[in-house]
């Protein structure tokens, strides 16, 4: 399966993510996510990126998609991935459709969710993020088993991301709509493209994409 899931910033991509990679058995390729390793780790990849994640804004279309066909083409993506938070630009979908023509594949379905703002103010405020590993919690629906401790690699860093104070989070909606909403028409003529509500529990959301999914995923 070859899917990509569209949605504001919040919304629960990562998290339906996560689950659907667990289930499918294939892996999740979150640009968000490796962009922050590299920051962690401090690659020229992630100083570069840095300046723009801290403000809200998009990482340039040509560092990304390089980025991206990269990790596509690792072993554990040959029978299928996961796109949380890519394409996030009309550019990177038209740099997308290149790279699996490149890689002789094609994509099943586009998930795109979509819940009000002010939820996703409130289920931001309580997201934390391991500074070590990069785990997500949310203090609400996810704790970690020890106040402030990840439980997966037991550090004690658990933090309010750079980019989710609420000034940074309001400029994120802003270029999710400018930049990232007209992916929708893009995507809409393939006929793949399904829209799934993003409210409710995070159970009840999953099974409204798993509703969605194809029963026989493209062989290629
Ligand atoms: P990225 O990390 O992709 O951020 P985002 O798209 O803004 O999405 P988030 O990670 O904030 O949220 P999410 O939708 O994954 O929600 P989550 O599941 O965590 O990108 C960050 C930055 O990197 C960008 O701003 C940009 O600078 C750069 N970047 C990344 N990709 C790029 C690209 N392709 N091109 C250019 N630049 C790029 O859920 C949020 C919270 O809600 C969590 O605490 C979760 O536990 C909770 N939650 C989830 N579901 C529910 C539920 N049903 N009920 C209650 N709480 C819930």
């Known amino acids: 399966m070859r899917l990509i ?41 992630g100083q570069k990126a840095q300046s723009y994640m801290n403000k809200g804004q998009l990482v340039p279309d040509d560092v990304i998609l390089a980025m991206v066909e ?11 991935f996961i796109l949380d938070g890519f394409p996030r630009t009309v550019p990177q979908g038209v740099g997308l459709t290149v790279i699996l023509e490149r ?27 391991c500074a070590r590993c990069g785990a997500v919690y949310n203090l609400v629906i996810n704790p970690p088993k020890t106040i402030g401790v990840c439980d997966a690699c037991g550090a004690t860093e658990l933090i309010l991301r750079e980019d989710d104070r609420p ?32 409210d409710g529990t995070v159970d009840e959301i999953f099974q409204n994409i798993q509703a969605v999914l194809p029963d026989k995923p493209n062989r290629s």
Request: glycine share 10%.
């Open 70 to 80: 990269v990790r596509l083409r690792e072993k554990d993506a040959a029978g299928g």
């Open 5 to 45: 899931l569209i949605g504001p910033p919040g919304v629960g991509k990562g998290t339906q993510a996560r689950r659907l990679a667990e289930h499918l058995g294939i892996p999740q390729v979150a640009t968000g996510d490796m962009l922050r390793d590299h920051v962690r780790k401090k690659t020229k990849l």
């Open 103 to 129: 890689l002789d594949v094609t994509l099943d379905i586009i998930v795109a969710i979509s819940v009000n703002q002010d939820m996703i103010l409130t289920r931001l405020a309580a997201r934390r993020s």
């Open 167 to 198: 000034e940074t989070i309001r400029k994120r909606f802003d270029v999710y709509q400018e930049q990232t909403f007209p992916l929708l028409a893009y995507y809409s003529p393939t006929g793949l493209l399904k829209e799934v509500a993003g």
